[in-house]
């Protein structure tokens, strides 16, 4: 109806429908295809999240070793500088002969190997794949990734077994697990034996026992009246 009435005026061009409307169109297209553009992302970026969770449950081995990709994940933060795990492993390095520098560079090549086997392979560059390879061939750092996984299950092993059998199991075997644990320490109180002794019990035990007394009545004494003898 625009275009037809002016094409009705003196002296005008005429116009279509698509000249009139054209730049609403456009200011349209251009919101949809950011709308397009923002929901695409969103998808790239959740299934970047679906790989990294399907990657952490599976397992992956480097050598010899073999863990789940948050095993990978784990070690990998516990080789960073200052980690427990990370101090260990370079007291073996030391141990087998190693000068400072190349004991820092060998723990820091596993910490890396280990970051990268925590990656989803579709996620790694082709630097981290070519590091990792690197890696695989040399035998003596396999020794030293296995040795410090090992020592890294070994630390977490006792941990999770408490907390599974304390979230999963029975009261008796969680006390007992507790108590084994807690035994491992010389100085620790034996509370193993205690519950035992507890779970045999047929009374309760805080409750103080009677002995008979051993003391003798009083002898009755003659009671005076007024002072004066009767």
Known sequence: MQADFAQRLPGAIAMTAADLNGSRTRAEQEEQEERRKSER???????????????????????????????????????????????????????????PEETRRIADRAQNAAEIMATPESQRTA??????????????????????????????????????????????????????????????????????TAQAAIAPLDIPRRTPSTTTAPTPQPVLASGFEV
């Open 41 to 99: 992302m969103m998808d790239a970026v959740g299934e970047v999240e679906r790989q990294r969770e399907e990657w952490a449950r599976a397992s992956h081995s480097f050598g010899a070793t073999t863990m789940t990709g948050q095993q990978w994940n784990t070690l990998s933060a516990e080789l960073e500088e200052g980690g427990a795990v990370r101090n260990w492993l370079l007291a073996q390095i030391m141990a087998d002969g190693h000068t």
């Open 127 to 196: 630097d981290e794949r070519h590091e990792l390879a690197a890696a695989e061939r040399d035998p003596e750092l396999r020794r030293y990734m296995g040795m410090a996984a090992r020592h890294s299950r070994e630390l977490h092993g006792p941990e999770l077994a408490r907390n599974e059998a304390s979230a999963s199991g029975s009261t008796p075997a969680s006390v007992n697990l507790g108590a084994a644990a807690i035994e491992d320490f010389p100085n620790a109180p034996n509370l193993g034996a205690e519950f035992r």
